[in-house]
């Protein structure tokens, strides 16, 4: 048996239908293309002589997408049977450990320590991140020590933390204590802009309006809305959205369902 390491064109590899990783999403890939691109392969993908695919089959369908010509590769002649190729397969998938909140933490502010100009915009663009997930995965630095502590204890994890965090440092305690008894994530949502929302004054109106660049425009109704209580309906709303997407509803049934839905709860 040998195991020839070498790169070859993409052109090169094919996939096995037997892989059992089914699920790609084209957002992942992506990520790890552009990863791939800029700080090159990190762990070669391995194959047959005839390119059959053994394992990496995420690194290749990512190089594609992204546009990569070649791919470093583990070139194995060993005789394997069909269950060998599997538990190859399923061995890689499974004892692969991702990295967990706390790391992702950790990891995220020791590279803005190290880089001082770096802000939470460039560390996304070099990590192939959405800034959004990149002030998630910060999300601890600014909560109290009990909820970091919590966090690297596996105890909550990085959304329920960046509910928290968005709290005033005096009420994080609690909102953990409440996430630890089983409290929600929108239940800390809810309960996060309860707070602001007391510590600020409201400014009611019957009607908002918010037209999106798409050319949608959502239009909410009631006695003497605040800001707040149009983010929950329209969180409400959603909800109810993806409940009659899963019936098979259109858009015109799920209008007048929610229009007898109202009428019996006495709306």
């Known amino acids: 048996m040998t195991a020839k390491h ?123 991140l959405g800034e959004s997930t990149i002030t998630k995965y910060l999300a601890p630095s600014r909560c109290v020590r009990e909820v970091q502590e919590a966090l690297e204890a596996g105890r909550l994890g990085i959304t329920a933390c960046y509910e928290i965090s968005r709290a005033a440092p005096e009420s994080q305690a609690e909102m953990l204590a409440l996430k630890l008894s089983g409290t929600s994530r929108d239940g800390l949502a809810q309960r996060v802009r309860r707070q602001k929302s007391q510590s600020a004054p409201q400014v009611r109106v019957k009607r908002i309006v918010c037209p999106l660049p798409s050319g949608v425009s959502i239009t909410l109704a009631g006695a003497d809305l605040s800001l707040d209580e149009g983010i929950e309906a329209l969180g409400e709303a959603a909800r109810e959205m993806k409940r009659a997407r899963e019936l098979g509803y259109t858009a015109k049934t799920f209008s007048a369902a929610m229009k007898d839905k109202a009428k019996k709860e006495g709306v």
């Not at 691109?37 to 002589?49: D, E, I, T």
């Not at 005839?50 to 089959?57: A, K, P, Q, S």
């Not at 546009?67 to 397969?89: A, F, N, P, S, Y």
């Open 6 to 128: 070498d790169t070859r064109p993409l052109t090169f590899f094919r996939a096995d239908p037997g892989q059992p990783r089914k699920q790609f999403t084209e957002a992942d890939l992506r990520s790890l293309g552009e990863s791939m691109r800029s700080l090159g392969q990190l762990q070669p993908v391995g194959a047959r002589p005839d390119g059959t695919l053994l394992w990496g089959e995420r690194r290749f369908r990512a190089a594609q997408l992204v546009g990569l010509k070649e791919l470093m590769v583990v070139i194995t002649d060993r005789q394997m049977t069909e269950t060998d190729v599997r538990l190859i397969q399923l061995a890689e998938n499974v004892h692969r450990a991702d990295l967990g909140d706390a790391e992702k933490w950790r990891a995220c502010e020791e590279l803005l320590r190290l880089n001082a100009g770096w802000g939470n915009k460039e560390l996304a663009a070099h990590l192939h």
